[in-house]
Structure formats: structure tokens, C-alpha cells
């Protein structure tokens, strides 16, 4: 056996590599090997008191820690049968907005964007392009002020408690945001406006993958919703561990997730907007046609276009939200502490991220499961990887390292929420 390591993978969160297994000369399979050790969120929750667990569960990810509360609240509050005022959530959902916001963005340029110029930084985009980074950076502090004006700080914000918020904003501290509204919104149509003109990768996802998202009402998904599948399956949040399973596989620490009829999928801003287009604001839908974006939209490529529409729409929702906003006399509803078992789910900006809980009657946990994104994207990622390298020579293969890279980073992958990339292992 052969052991070679290449350059890290770059531009995601967390350690792994690609692995390479030759038979007579040729690519004959490939493994992504997520080898950054587990991080064992799961098991640190265990004994801790329900109130901690938005908290801890946020540190799961830098980047979407709003998600990881969205979702461990709505746990809680179905074990303590707590409904929300009218208030409360839609302050939710724009903290959510927020986050989706300069995830998407942070993902879109800073992240990705570079693979399509050739190039290996924003950085380096600054030195030829300064206007489109002058427009990112005002475009993501605009998400990050919102952040850190409903949840007390921009990183790892620490206002959501079961039953609303521990403290909430008053209508001035939305003054400023409002009036600096349409200056982003200009930044936004132009970035994207930029992002269409680029040249993209032929390339399309099997037919045999399937788009799961949340599906919530007239509601484009985010907060909340049942599970829906490009199929037509359809289940709630509570039947997700009956119809869904995470699996582990001998080379990876991450864990991988499929239906349990064995059908694959993905998660994300394509599996939303092919299952929900209908459900965005109309003036985003009316942008998507200009620019024939329409689902299904197979090429994963594409999803920066897509994720790019979503900031757009959150944008336009979010102004909504703040110019509607009334001062919140009572920001958290009354509650008992009771045991039970309850389950969350909402669409974080890398897919549908679900919990579930065990409380016992001092309210503390007594079992914790979380299924982020990134492994329920892992094995049509893996299959993408594989469709790009098999069949190739050793030298071939070594060579396609790189487009291999592109295509992970097509998923937004964050290794270090998976909590269980590149260096390149031959096995010949």
C-alpha cells in the first residue's frame, strides 16, 4: 500500500482527506475520509440542565450557530408543550434571517466564489475586483449587526432561552438597519447580477438523487415545517428517526445518513429552492426567471446562484419583519418544567438540521441526537467525488485533486458540525 498526502483541503471547516484505492493501475474507488476527531456533543449535553442547551448546542458551528438554537428551543418547547406569541416568532425568524444572511454570504465568497475565478482567496479577488468586496463586507456585517442586535453579540449569540428571548430589541434599534436597507439591497441585486455572469461547470447530480427540505406552509422553510422529499414523501419532525437513519462507515469519523428504504439525498439551498420556488417572494422568483434559474436546478455548481437568491429574499423579508416590529412587553412565556421527550427541526443555511431530547423531570437531559447537515450530504458528495476520479490514472487522478475539492465545497460541507478535509491517501 501506497500512502501519498497532498495539500490540505481548503476553504472548509474541519480535517480530512480523499482516499484513492488503485486495481491495475486505475481509480477503482474512492472514500472520504473525515478523520477530525469526534468532538461528542451528544454526550456533553447529557446531565445538563435544559437551559444550557442552546448555548452549548451553538458551539457546534462558528458559522450557523442560530440554527443549532433554533432547532434544541423547539425541542425543549415540545417537551414543555410552550407555544410562542406571534411576536416571538417572527423575531425568530428574523434572527434566522441573520444568520442565513452572512452564512451565505461568508460560503458564497469567501468560500467558494474563488474557484470560479481561479484564484485561492477573497484576497486575491480584492486586488482585481475591489468593488465586488467592498459590497461583500458591507452586504455581511449587515447580517452580523442583525445578529448582534436580537441576540446580544454577533458570534455565538446568547439571547434565545426556551419560550423566546432573554432579553429583545426596541423598534429604534432598527432605525439604522432600515435606513441603510436599500444601499445593501443594491449590493445584493448587484452581486448576484455578478455571480450569474460567471462561467460554470457543466455538471448535474444523478436522477437518482432525491431534495429534502422542510416544507412550511406558504412559507419559504427556515423556522420550521414537516420533511419533504423530492418523491413526494412527506413525514413530520417527530417520525424523522422512523424514516430516516445515520450509518457509520470504517473510514470516516463522520456519520453518513440515508432513508430507510436505502435512498440517498441532499439537503440545502438546492433541495429548498427545487422543492419550494413557488414559496419566495416574487420579485426573488421574477429575478430567478430573468436568469433562467428554475427548478429542478441539477448542476451543484449552481448553488451559489441559489444561495445568493436566498440572501436576497431574506433580505427583503427581514426589512418586512423590522418595519412591522412592535416593542415585545412580554419577551418569554410562562412555562413548567415536565419530562419528556421532544424533537426540533429547522433548515439551517446548510439543510435541515434535527434534535431530539430526553429530559427527565428536573429538566435535565438524558439523551441528546442531533443530525446536522453535512451527513446527510456526505454520501452524494462522496458520490461526486467518485463520479470525478474513478477510472483514472494515478497520475490523472492526482491531477483532478483539485476539481475534486470544487465539488465538496459545492456543499457548503462544515466537517466540524458533523462533530464525529485535504490530504490525499493511494492505495494501490
Not at 107 to 123: E, K, Q, R, Y
Not at 259 to 286: M, T, W
Not at 375 to 400: F, P, W
Request: aromatic letters at 12%.
Amino acid at each position: 500500500m501506497e500512502i501519498r498526502e497532498l495539500k490540505p483541503l481548503t476553504r472548509v471547516e474541519g480535517e480530512g482527506r480523499v482516499i484513492l484505492k488503485f486495481k491495475d493501475g486505475l481509480v477503482e474507488d474512492v472514500y472520504i475520509n473525515i478523520f477530525e476527531p469526534p468532538r461528542f456533543f451528544e454526550g456533553i449535553l447529557k446531565g445538563r440542565k435544559f437551559s444550557s442547551v442552546m448555548d452549548i448546542t451553538a458551539r457546534i458551528c462558528g458559522i450557523c450557530p442560530i440554527a443549532y438554537q433554533m432547532s434544541s428551543v423547539q425541542a425543549i418547547e415540545s417537551i414543555f408543550g410552550v407555544e410562542v406569541f406571534s411576536e416571538i416568532e417572527n423575531l425568530r425568524r428574523l434572527f434566522y434571517y441573520s444568520e442565513w444572511i452572512s452564512s451565505h454570504v461568508l460560503h458564497i465568497f469567501f468560500l467558494h466564489l474563488p474557484d470560479f475565478l481561479g484564484v485561492s482567496s477573497i484576497f486575491d479577488i480584492h486586488r482585481v475586483q475591489p468593488e465586488v468586496v467592498k459590497r461583500v463586507l458591507r452586504l455581511k456585517e449587515y447580517g452580523a449587526k442583525l445578529t448582534e442586535l436580537i441576540g446580544g453579540r454577533s458570534s455565538h449569540p446568547v439571547s434565545v432561552v426556551v419560550g423566546g428571548f432573554s432579553k429583545v430589541p426596541r423598534k429604534e434599534n432598527f432605525t439604522k438597519l432600515l435606513s441603510d436597507f436599500d444601499k445593501v439591497y443594491e449590493d445584493a441585486i448587484f452581486l448576484f447580477e455578478y455571480l450569474a455572469s460567471l462561467n460554470y461547470p457543466e455538471y448535474s447530480l444523478g436522477e437518482e438523487v432525491l431534495f429534502v427540505s422542510l416544507i412550511d406552509g406558504d412559507n419559504y422553510p427556515i423556522l420550521k415545517g414537516e420533511i419533504y422529499s423530492s418523491d413526494g414523501f412527506v413525514v413530520s419532525k417527530n417520525e424523522f428517526s422512523d424514516y430516516f437513519v445515520e450509518y457509520e462507515l470504517p473510514y470516516s469519523n463522520a456519520k453518513f445518513c440515508k432513508r430507510k428504504d436505502g435512498r440517498h439525498y441532499i439537503v440545502g439551498p438546492l433541495a429548498r429552492f427545487n422543492n419550494s420556488f413557488e414559496k419566495l417572494l416574487d420579485s426573488v422568483k421574477q429575478l430567478a426567471l430573468k436568469y433562467r434559474i428554475t427548478p429542478p436546478v441539477m448542476n451543484p455548481y449552481k448553488s451559489i446562484l441559489v444561495r445568493m437568491l436566498e440572501v436576497i429574499d431574506c433580505l427583503e423579508r427581514g426589512r418586512s419583519v423590522m418595519e412591522k416590529y412592535r416593542d415585545i412587553t412580554k419577551p418569554v412565556v410562562d412555562y413548567r418544567v415536565v419530562a419528556g421527550v421532544g424533537t426540533g427541526i429547522s433548515e439551517a443555511p446548510r439543510g435541515v438540521l434535527w434534535h431530539r431530547y430526553r429530559l427527565n423531570s428536573d429538566g435535565l437531559v438524558e439523551e441528546a441526537d442531533i443530525v446536522p447537515p453535512t451527513s446527510q450530504n456526505q454520501y452524494v458528495m462522496e458520490l461526486d467525488v467518485r463520479r470525478c476520479l474513478a477510472g483514472k490514472t494515478e497520475k490523472e487522478s492526482l491531477e483532478k485533486v483539485e476539481e475534486a475539492e470544487k465539488l465538496i465545497r459545492n456543499y457548503d460541507p462544515c466537517i466540524s458540525c458533523a462533530t464525529h478535509f485535504l490530504r490525499v491517501e493511494v492505495i494501490s
